[in-house]
């Protein structure tokens, strides 16, 4: 494979990518996103070509406006459906925020009652703003977060990390932006 390349491949009879590539003024978009939400979670829609460049996101409601979880507001959602569809680009996945958190996926994250999108077919980016005291990180959580995005965007450290969602379980997809 060729560098710059990313590879595409078929998850329970889905096309995904196994990277997913920002660019820069995306990038600009969902980390101002976050801002604006907190202290809550903010959610949104990735979309763009099928070899995992990021063309567009649309901002997704949360219903719940909390800070530890996120539901879709249902005409928000399709709204963003609809504009995906209408302007032809690939669904690459969805993005939330973990406020005061780290960017892993939690329980509720992969937990298959609460979430629908847990067959890998789709990308999720987790953009976290952590604590300003990080907690006691075990080894584990440390190769957690590998290959993350990381940026100072008006004060605050925002850290990103996409994975690929199953029932209780998630695995980690490459993440990287682009001028």
Known sequence: MR???TMVRTVSGHKTVDALIVPHRIWQQLTGHVIRELPNECLGMLVG????RVGAAYEIVNALAQ???FVSEPASLFAAEKRRRSEGWHLLGFYHSHPNGLPVPSRVDTDPEVNYWLDGS??????AVPPTRPPVQ?????RELRDCLEAMVEGYRIV?????????RWEPVALRWTA
């Open 138 to 142: 075990s080894n584990r959580s440390a």
């Open 160 to 168: 990103a990390r996409a994975y690929r969602l199953y029932p209780n």
């Open 67 to 69: 800070p530890h979880r």
């Open 3 to 5: 560098p710059g390349r």
């Open 122 to 127: 789709v990308v999720t980016l987790i953009l």
């Open 49 to 52: 070509l099928p070899d995992g």
